[in-house]
């Protein structure tokens, strides 16, 4: 079983940087592909970026260029660089890990980001 903690999230300015972190527990995810996804109120969980392996990463278009996604293995962690941030990035993020099946099982609580204008 994987537990995932995000942290970083917070009020930014548009134009602004968060980072956000996912903190594994339970037993390694350095062979999992990990996630970012996020949901906005009234709308459904969106993907925002993963990662498998070190550097395989694949983004959605809306982040695709200010968004950098990266993986700490000694860690056991998980980043989001968020950059040049708009007010429609607003949601919660959520951190997630693959399972078995190759799908994302595993899910963090999420954390808050908001941009203003």
């Known amino acids: 079983q994987v537990q995932l903690v995000e942290s970083g999230g917070g009020l930014v300015q548009a134009g602004g940087s968060l980072r956000l972190s996912c903190a594994a527990s339970g037993r390694t995810v350095s062979t999992n592909v990990m996630g970012w996804f996020r949901q906005a109120p009234g709308k459904e969980r969106e993907f925002v970026a993963r990662i498998r392996g070190s550097y395989s990463s694949g983004y959605a278009d809306s982040v695709k260029d200010r968004f950098i996604i990266s993986r700490d293995n000694a860690k056991n962690a998980v980043y989001l660089q968020m950059n040049s941030l708009k007010p429609e990035d607003s949601a919660v993020y959520y951190c997630?890990?693959?399972?078995?099946?190759?799908?994302?099982?595993?899910w963090g609580q999420g954390t808050q980001v908001t941009v203003s204008s």
């Open positions: 997630a890990a693959s399972g078995s099946g190759g799908k994302f099982e595993f």
